[in-house]
Structure formats: C-alpha cells, structure tokens
Nanobody, 125 residues
Framework: VQLQASGGGVVQAGGSLRLSCAAS????????MGWFRQAPGKEREFVSA????????DYADSVKGRFTISRDNAKNTVYLQMNNLKPEDTAVYYC???????????????????WGQGTQVTVSS
C-alpha cells in the first residue's frame, strides 16, 4: 500500500492542525492505521492508531485529549486532528498501515508494514 501524508506546517502553541494520509494500492478499510512521530534527536514514537472503525482508537498519553484520529474508508484516508498543540509536539509525523488486519490495536512499529513519507509539524512557543 502507498501512503501520502499531508497537512503539516508551522503553528503557534495552542493552535490546531489536521494531518491527512491518503492510501492506495489495497483494500483500505480492514487494516488498522497509525500515526507516529519523530522529534529531532529522538526515536520515532507512537502517537495514535485506529481500527477499521472510528470507534476503535488508541492514543499515547502525551496526546490523549488533544488529538483525535479518524478515518474515511470511502476516501481511503486517515486523519489526525491536533488541537492545543504544544512545542513538544514538534516532529515529523508519519502515517502507517498495519501489515495484517489485527483486531487489537498495536503500538509497535514492526506491526505496521507501510509508511508514508512524513510531514513536518512545528509548534512555536
């Protein structure tokens, strides 16, 4: 599956951004999707994941209550709405597609076999 992420940019602390990730190349709806991020000098980390339906979601503690993941299976697209952004949210954000349609959401990079190119999010203080 091919993934194309977009929507990054520069925003002031407290602002909002919405990331999008368009998928192509295989049946989209049955595979969990995830967002990860990598800040300068740090390892890539899990941000959020969504199952086949918006009712099945998972969030890292650092973004819970501020970020919302969703998907539109008709458009083969997953979104990450980011509100109340903080400088520590600055990172390159990657969308990823699960390798298999597992039922329980996972946070491990190895469980996601396809990755987008990344989109930069910069939050100024």
């Amino acid at each position: 599956v091919q993934l194309q992420a977009s929507g990054g940019g520069v925003v002031q602390a407290g602002g909002s951004l919405r990331l999008s990730c368009a998928a192509s190349g295989r049946t989209f709806s049955i595979y969990p999707m995830g967002w990860f991020r990598q800040a300068p000098g740090k390892e890539r980390e899990f941000v959020s994941a969504v199952g086949w339906s918006d009712s099945i979601t998972d969030y890292a503690d650092s973004v819970k209550g501020r970020f919302t993941i969703s998907r539109d299976n008709a458009k083969n697209t997953v979104y990450l709405q980011m509100n109340n952004l903080k400088p520590e949210d600055t990172a390159v954000y990657y969308c990823a597609a699960a390798s298999v349609p597992f039922n329980k959401l996972r946070r491990v990079e190895a469980d996601f076999g396809s990755w987008g190119q990344g989109t930069q999010v910069t939050v100024s203080s």
